[in-house]
């Protein structure tokens, strides 16, 4: 029926709830317009009936796809007024990088001025109008197929960092039980506590950056995944972290390896902060110089300062 309105279910997602919301936008245009018989068309009228009789809006992805199908659809019926702001929104929004597929990146931008000139002055011919149309219905087609790419990506990407969230999980108990059974004494409390204190610092660092750089939708979609496996690459960082310290490779300061606290505090500032992390691992991964000589830079200082690395350091 077209006067039906979808109504988002409990606790769905607020990007569910928001393209619903445009779903209820473009059928009550449509209605407005359709109840105008002067912009009545049979065959456009036939086409509204049957998406919406066959929309089933469960997900994200199936309410874009229903909201784009009436936009086109819309488009259609629309009067000249309705393409004359299509119109200009397009024009002000030309050359702009933070929109998808602009008009001036397919068509002539002189095409899009002498459309809205003559749509401003109210004479428009049946070829304009049909171009107009044309060309609208060009962009946002191309418009959907982009949201369609980056969604699919982000879901792709969410489906593999959930795989190898667990694949990280049974790693991370495998490695705490197997330093626990090769050490002469017992060695989980203090991997558990390097552990933890790293997935602590990690998920601190996402809740700060959430909270201070993530505005952007595509970015808070793409965060979701992020936030499960998080934790799990700070215990990674921070069960790095004892290995290091337990083997004496590094030292850091006056910390004492031996101390209960010292694990759990260089596995929070490890999990918490990437580039002292990668600092530790490009320490470990150097020979060091014999005595006179010109200490060389780490493979990965070499690599952001475009040097080539010493043949002294390990192959990585």
């Known amino acids: 029926m077209l006067g039906e309105s979808w109504t988002a279910p409990d606790r769905a997602s607020p990007e569910l ?144 960092l959930n795989r190898l969230a667990v694949a990280l999980l049974f790693l991370l108990a495998f490695l705490g039980a197997s330093a626990d059974m090769s050490s002469p004494r017992s060695l989980w409390r203090e991997f558990a506590l390097a552990a933890f204190a790293g997935a602590l610092g990690s998920t601190l660092s996402g809740v700060l950056r959430l909270r201070d750089q993530l505005v952007r939708l595509d970015e808070l979609r793409a965060f979701r995944p992020a936030m499960r496996v998080q934790p799990l690459v700070g215990a990674s960082a921070g069960a790095l972290v004892f290995m290091l310290l337990s083997s004496h490779a590094v ?33 470990v991964a150097v020979i060091p110089e014999r005595r006179g000589e010109t200490p060389t830079a780490s493979p990965g200082s070499a690599a952001r300062t475009g040097r080539r690395p010493s043949r002294r350091h390990i192959a990585a």
Request: charged share 25%.
């Open 17 to 160: 709830v928001k393209v619903l919301g445009f779903v209820r936008d473009e059928v009550g245009q449509a209605r407005r317009r359709l109840a105008n018989r002067k912009h009545a068309n049979a065959a456009v009228e036939q086409e509204l009936l049957t998406a919406l009789a066959t929309a089933d809006i469960d997900t994200v992805d199936q309410g874009w796809e229903v909201q784009g199908a009436l936009k086109r659809l819309n488009l259609r019926l629309g009067d000249q007024s309705h393409i004359t702001g299509l119109l200009e929104y397009e024009s002000t929004h030309a050359r702009d990088a933070t929109h998808w597929h602009t008009w001036d990146q397919h068509f002539d931008p002189s095409e899009l001025r002498k459309l809205l000139a003559a749509y401003r002055s109210g004479h428009v011919s049946p070829s304009q109008r049909a171009t107009a149309v044309d060309r609208l219905t060009s962009l946002y087609l191309k418009r959907a197929e982009a949201g369609r790419n980056r969604r699919a990506q982000a879901a792709l990407k969410e489906l593999y």
């Open 251 to 283: 030292s850091v300061g006056s910390l004492d390896p031996a101390v209960w606290s010292s694990p759990g505090l260089l596995g929070f500032v490890a999990g918490f902060s990437e580039p002292f992390f990668l600092g530790l691992v490009d320490r």
